[in-house]
């Protein structure tokens, strides 16, 4: 009995050791937990969850348990979290603009939120986050309000703008345009230019005039001309959305937007959104690649052979073996039209692919050979072959 007593009070003893390998959370009120945090004169670490969230699991199950994170959030921070549609959660979940799961607070000793940050990650980068929260040239609110007032050079204003886009932050939009402005404008610098792609949603004019100015673009970002257009038309894309969504999703809105700011593009947005449509919304792969088949063999073709091998390759990974070998059909009996001549390495892309995602290793490595000996296939697609057969010349 003696010995089973001192096994006892060793667990005992033990408990604290074991429980210091792992975020020490307080269960206390938010006001009880901001008392505490201004006697000890430490930051609060505030994880807002909800039960049925899977990262917030994840965080609590192998982030929070490490003893690496453990050591440093135990010693720097008061910790707390709380699921913020339940109980006292569900006031604060309003006062601090809770809106997606997990969402990561720091606070000053005094109770003022600084820090901000919506999501998972690992224990590294976790951390990470934590030096970050006390640190001014990092705190986003701190960093928010410097942006409002247009204070910060351009390294430092991206630095808040990437993570104000992740949080969806509600003045983006208007403090990038304020930030673009002084500038000089949309292509006033590569500063400007990438805010204009990158960070606000853009008009009807705004876009015509990035279509206008491509060549301009191309220069002040150092970007080739194929990846410009791409860009302008992912903003075009977008304008669309907004459209499709705001008339009850309707498609002929979403065109009538792409004949207004980019007519030659219309064809190929319709067809793009009609994938997307299949792939993300109706999860239907077999529809999906029905109409990249339709595509390729209208015979009054809307498409050119490069836009649909895009729509392909865009989604290439959405498709599996039984659309790979219905395609193949529909590549075998195609028929190039006079505007697909000098573009034929397009075809033997999608054959290469397909037949990649088909194991017919033969059939592949024909296509490819075909595909990198085409004197017009872009230099980007002659790298990806020769990487994959190095014995291609």
């Not at 990437?162 to 590569?190: E, S």
Request: aromatic letters at 14%; one cysteine or more; proline letters at 3%.
């Amino acid at each position: 009995m003696k010995t089973i007593a001192l096994f006892c009070s060793a667990l005992l003893f033990l408990q604290p050791l074991i429980a210091s390998d792992e975020i020490k959370f307080d269960n206390a009120t938010w006001a009880q937990v901001k008392e505490k945090a201004k006697r000890e004169n430490k930051m609060i670490f505030f994880d807002a969850y909800a039960t049925w969230c899977g990262p917030c699991k994840y965080m609590e199950e192998s982030v929070y348990t490490e003893k690496i994170v453990a050591d440093y959030y135990n010693a720097n921070f008061i910790n707390v979290k709380m699921d913020m549609e339940a109980g006292e959660g569900l006031r604060l979940s309003e006062e601090f603009n809770v809106t997606a799961y997990p969402t990561l607070l720091f606070f000053t000793p005094d109770g003022k939120m600084v820090h901000k940050y919506v999501g998972g990650m690992e224990a590294q980068d976790f951390i990470e986050l934590g030096e970050n929260s006390k640190d001014p040239e990092w705190q986003y609110f701190p960093l928010k309000a410097r942006a409002e007032k247009n204070e910060l050079n351009d390294e430092m204003f991206e630095r808040w703008a990437d993570q104000a886009k992740k949080m969806d932050d509600a003045d983006l939009d208007v403090i990038v345009r304020k930030y673009i402005k002084a500038k000089g404008g949309f292509l006033a610098d590569q500063s400007s230019a990438f805010a204009t792609f990158y960070y606000i949603d853009l008009t009807e004019k705004e876009v015509i005039y990035l279509y206008a100015n491509q060549a301009k673009i191309a220069k002040v970002m150092e970007w080739t001309a194929e990846h410009t257009t791409d860009l302008i038309y992912k903003k075009a894309f977008s304008l669309g959305l907004q459209s499709y969504e705001q008339y009850e999703n309707n498609i002929d809105s979403f065109t009538a937007v792409f004949k207004r700011v980019a007519p030659k593009r219309a064809a190929f947005a319709k067809k793009d959104l009609q994938v997307l449509i299949a792939l993300r919304v109706d999860e239907d792969p077999a529809a999906a690649m029905k109409l990249l088949s339709n595509a390729l063999l209208e015979t009054t073709k809307k498409l050119t052979l490069e836009e649909i091998a895009t729509l392909m390759i865009d989604n290439h990974a959405e498709f599996g073996d039984t659309e790979y070998r219905s395609f193949q059909k529909s590549l075998a009996a195609f028929k190039p039209a006079p505007s697909d001549k000098n573009k034929e390495f397009w075809l033997y892309l999608m054959q290469w692919m397909s037949y990649m995602k088909t194991a017919d290793d033969d059939k592949a490595l024909a296509a490819a050979t075909k595909a990198y000996k085409h004197p017009a296939i872009p230099a980007e697609y002659k790298t990806i072959l020769k990487e994959q057969y190095p014995d291609l010349k």
